[in-house]
T-cell receptor, first 114, second 110 residues
Framework: DGGITQSPKYLFRKEGQNVTLSCEQN?????MYWYRQDPGQGLRLIYY???????QKGDIAEGYSVSREKKESFPLTVTSAQKNPTAFYLC?????????????FGDGTRLSIL | QKEVEQNSGPLSVPEGAIASLNCTYS??????FFWYRQYSGKSPELIMS????GDKEDGRFTAQLNKASQYVSLLIRDSQPSDSATYLC??????????FGSGTQLTVLP
């Protein structure tokens, strides 16, 4: 089945710990995105990548890091510098970074503080 | 400031009625508009996209776009309890990135 796979579904972070959220897609999409959603809020863009080995900061990149070493994979690391990491994290992809291409989402990862 | 505004609701309609969801945006350079449905605890699912002024129909859903008024709406005809969800409006502005509204919570009452 083609799609976007995020893992784990739930993740708990201890103080001072970095954690990495996985996002893999087999849709052959060029562009990938990471969003954060807080309760009752819309989605806010953390990072995006239009091509392998290249990525750009979104609106709320502080305390996060990403890599794009393979077309299929776009992992997100939540660093200890992110003081309020509890949120629903969503990975998305689109065929290209052109504005007319819709984005499709994975099932998300819920991150909580221990 | 690029913004996408939606009434947060909640919006309640009886089963079989038409639900009307509205969205306004501030970036006049916006070219692409999307509606996503998000069930509680789940990820957003694309239900409609619209790129030119006018109406676009897909089954029970109709998206309406008016670029002059910077307004996009979603109509759901013959609303069903399974339509109860939060509906997110997303706009691709001149920077080509999607900006999402905070969503409108819809409840369809049996």
């Amino acid at each position: 089945d083609g799609g976007i796979t995020q893992s784990p579904k739930y993740l708990f972070r201890k103080e001072g710990q970095n954690v990495t959220l996985s996002c893999e897609q087999n849709l052959n999409h060029d562009a990938m995105y990471w969003y954060r959603q807080d309760p009752g809020q819309g989605l806010r863009l953390i990072y995006y990548s239009q091509i392998v080995n290249d990525f750009q900061k979104g609106d709320i990149a502080e305390g996060y890091s990403v890599s794009r070493e393979k077309k299929e994979s776009f992992p997100l690391t939540v660093t200890s510098a992110q003081k309020n990491p509890t949120a629903f994290y969503l990975c998305a992809s689109s065929a290209a970074a052109e504005s007319n291409q819709p984005q499709h989402f994975g099932d998300g990862t819920r991150l909580s503080i221990l | 400031q690029k913004e996408v505004e939606q009434n947060s609701g909640p919006l309640s309609v009886p089963e079989g009625a038409i639900a009307s969801l509205n969205c306004t945006y501030s970036d006049r350079g916006s070219q692409s508009f999307f509606w996503y449905r998000q069930y509680s605890g789940k990820s957003p699912e694309l239900i409609m996209s619209i790129y030119s002024n006018g109406d676009k129909e897909d089954g029970r859903f109709t998206a309406q776009l008016n670029k002059a008024s910077q307004y996009v709406s979603l109509l759901i005809r013959d609303s069903q309890p399974s339509d109860s969800a939060t509906y997110l409006c997303a706009v691709a502005g001149s920077a080509r990135q999607l900006t999402f509204g905070s969503g409108t919570q819809l409840t369809v009452l049996p």
